[in-house]
């Protein structure tokens, strides 16, 4: 909500699985686009001015009216739905410019690790949405979570992490790490917040002048941008665009 405000004319989307999650954020919103609808202006007191001046400057053409802002918060909105299997329909190819992993479940479990949202395949499809230049973050209060993310990321080679001094300058960070509800509750039981942030580098291009993402790497991301590559090409924007 507090990104949503800075940036009024930025398209937002908050993707989440849980129902009762997504019908808080839903009312959150109707509440603060209530709460900043701007009332109407009271009508001008007295009568209307009858002078010569008043009346020649009502003749001839009328000016346009501006036109009005648009409404607080119209920027931004909550959809439930699971962005591990569907994100490619909700985002078009190269159309984000940042992406959030704010607090995900940390699936501690051995065995619900591959439900973990950051994993090499899944990364494909991250980029896939991204534009060439475009950011994605990762915050956690999680260690063990952070480690595993990070490393993941790192690993990838669509994506190239930026240094600390990039971290310490981009405004976003601020917003990811602190000005979220989960950031606020984990800021009250004092734990530790680990942040990073990945640039999306430009897909390889191999010798023939074809593009190379599809094959690109090795591992478990391979299959995956490949499919990338063939899903959600005409879906609606979504995301920070």
Known sequence: MALAARHPATPMLGMEIRERVTEFCAARLAEARAKAAPTAPPPPAGPAPTSLAAG?????????????????????????????????????????TKLF?????????RKKHRQ??????????????????????????????SAWM???????????RLTDAELAADPMVAFVRDHTDEAQRVERNGGTKFVGAWRRVPDPVDSAGVDGGAEAGTGDGDGAAARGGRRGGDSKVGGVS
Do not use: Q, W
């Not at 990070?150 to 190239?160: E, G, I, K, N, V």
């Open 116 to 145: 973990r949202i950051i994993s090499g395949a899944l990364l494909a499809e991250y980029a896939y949405v991204l534009v060439p230049g475009g950011v994605a973050y990762a915050v956690t209060d999680v260690y063990t979570l």
């Open 101 to 109: 992993f704010c607090y995900p479940d940390p699936h501690f479990k």
């Open 56 to 96: 020649a400057a009502s003749v001839g053409a009328p000016a346009t009216p501006s036109p009005p802002p648009p409404p607080a918060y119209a920027n931004v909105g909550y959809v439930r739905t699971n962005a591990m299997k569907y994100l490619p329909n909700y985002i078009p190819r190269g159309t984000l």
């Open 150 to 160: 990070f490393t993941r990321f790192d690993a990838h080679p669509l994506f190239m």
